[in-house]
T-cell receptor
Framework: AQSVTQLGSHVSVSEGALVLLRCNYS??????LFWYVQYPNQGLQLLLK??????LVKGINGFEAEFKKSETSFHLTKPSAHMSDAAEYFC????????????FGTGTKLQVIP | DGGITQSPKYLFRKEGQNVTLSCEQN?????MYWYRQDPGQGLRLIYY???????QKGDIAEGYSVSREKKESFPLTVTSAQKNPTAFYLC?????????????FGPGTRLTVL
């Protein structure tokens, strides 16, 4: 069964600093990978997804993530944090092929300090 | 505007009562999902449906029931058998239920047991 591990339940960065949120996956074959964002008391929305095309995936709001098979990682980055980036971020994984369930990580809350 | 609606936004239940959470989508998606979100535990799948009149248990189905009589509707009933129902409940839909699908989320229902 696939799983994801998000390192750090809380991350704080200064406004303008690099954002790095870590996600490692466990899967017997390279899976599909996703990053979703959740603002307080709202549902989740997709930031970006990797579906076995380019390993560097660009998403909305200036975020990007790189799929590294050798490290089984899919870390999320943004060069310069903005106050509006404060939210909870979820990494998710799904096996390839046909109908599949998505497994979500436990989330990382990002705090942006002015 | 296409999207997913959930109602009510807040719900209070007395112990021993069954309650039903509504989820409606107008995205013409085949697949629908119910997740439970608890602090520090991420999203856990309760039930999912890939087609009308068919649904499958997720990872934590005990104490919950669903129906899928119409493509656009996927209500969740929290029964008295669910011992710890206080949580944030999220409904989602996707085009077909494939592993590559983006899931689109509703705004959630916060259930509190009094």
């Amino acid at each position: 069964a696939q799983s994801v591990t998000q390192l750090g339940s809380h991350v704080s960065v200064s406004e303008g600093a690099l954002v790095l949120l870590r996600c490692n996956y466990s899967s017997s074959v390279p899976p599909y990978l996703f990053w979703y964002v959740q603002y307080p008391n709202q549902g989740l929305q997709l930031l970006l997804k990797y579906t076995s095309a380019a390993t560097l995936v660009k998403g909305i709001n200036g975020f990007e993530a790189e799929f590294k098979k050798s490290e089984t990682s899919f870390h999320l980055t943004k060069p310069s944090a903005h106050m509006s980036d404060a939210a909870e971020y979820f990494c998710a994984v799904s096996p390839t092929g046909g109908y599949q369930k998505v497994t979500f990580g436990t989330g990382t809350k990002l705090q942006v300090i002015p | 505007d296409g999207g997913i609606t959930q109602s009510p936004k807040y719900l209070f239940r007395k112990e021993g009562q069954n309650v039903t959470l509504s989820c409606e989508q107008n995205l013409n998606h085949d697949a629908m999902y119910w997740y439970r979100q608890d602090p520090g535990q991420g999203l856990r799948l309760i039930y999912y449906s890939q087609i009308v009149n068919d649904f499958q248990k997720g990872d934590i189905a005990e104490g919950y029931s669903v129906s899928r009589e119409k493509k656009e509707s996927f209500p969740l009933t929290v029964t008295s058998a669910q011992k710890n129902p206080t949580a944030f409940y999220l409904c989602a839909s996707s085009m077909e239920g494939f592993g590559t699908d983006t899931q689109y989320f509703g705004p959630g229902t916060r259930l509190t047991v009094l």
